[in-house]
């Protein structure tokens, strides 16, 4: 007989002595995942592109409910010096680095992209990619020494789909691209690397699409709803977690089923 099971599964805290780098996490999925990180044990730092002490004020509070700590670090993220300075002051701290999550990303409005700029386009690679390139080449080394870790890429179903801006569909095409290299190159270190592509989500980036596009998003969408920033939290939660131990190089679309 089966022992009775004394409490949910889920009450498990699945970071317990993690330490997690999280971009872009003041608000939507970002947010989502701070929160769900440290309901589960991690310990965070938390890289934003401004000085905000709401944010700060909203982090202690978070660590007094969970028992958790966060360490708030600031970066423009379109200044890759300044991503630097950011990853050097975790690195800083001298402790192992377990995740990272790249969340951070811009989204412009979809235009004709014969009236999009390339400076708008440079823009939202440096932001949606290089950075994270940048961030990465840093923090892994870290993971590389202690041949464990986990980093997450947070991508788009506009990667595949289109219906964004050029430049977001094609900055988020290429996250997926450089996942897959550094799965490669860093699977000997034990390292996983993974991406999420999130569907349409009750972001403000999502709220602010065009009203049509929305509804013809929802009309390919399967559950024929919007998606929530928790439940992409819930999927980063899994990747970041020996649950996904064994995966790699892979895309998890968390979009309620696009078709």
């Known amino acids: 007989m089966i022992e009775e099971v004394k409490e949910p599964v889920m009450q498990n805290r699945l970071l317990t002595g993690k330490n997690a780098v999280i971009t872009g996490c003041n608000r939507g999925i970002g947010l989502a995942i701070l929160k769900t990180f440290v309901q589960h044990g991690a310990r965070v730092y938390a890289m934003i ?81 290089f950075s994270a390139v940048g961030l990465s080449q840093l923090l892994c080394r870290n993971m590389m020494r202690n041949k464990q ?9 506009a990667a595949y789909d289109g219906g964004m801006s050029l430049e977001y569909n094609s900055s988020k095409a290429a996250v997926i691209g450089a996942m897959r290299s550094m799965a490669v190159q860093l699977g000997q270190y034990q390292i996983r690397v993974n991406a999420i592509a999130p569907g349409f989500i009750g972001t403000e980036m999502g709220d602010s699409m065009d009203p049509h596009l929305q509804e013809i998003t929802l009309n390919r969408c399967i559950m024929k709803r919007q998606g929530q920033p928790e439940e992409i939290a819930d999927a980063a939660l899994f990747l970041a977690s020996d649950l996904s131990r064994f995966m790699t190089g892979q895309v998890l679309r968390v979009d309620g089923g696009i078709l």
């Open 149 to 157: 870790g986990s980093i997450i890429f947070l991508s788009s179903a």
């Open 49 to 129: 592109r401004k000085e905000n002490p709401d944010f700060e004020a909203d982090c202690r509070e978070l660590t007094a409910q969970t028992g958790t700590e966060i360490t708030v670090v600031y970066a423009d993220f379109a200044d890759p010096d300044a991503v630097k300075r950011a990853g050097k002051e975790i690195l800083g701290y001298k402790e192992p680095i377990d995740v990272l999550v790249h969340n951070v990303g811009i989204g412009p409005p979809v235009r004709m992209f014969t009236m999009t700029d390339m400076a708008g386009i440079r823009q939202t690679f440096e932001v949606n990619l």
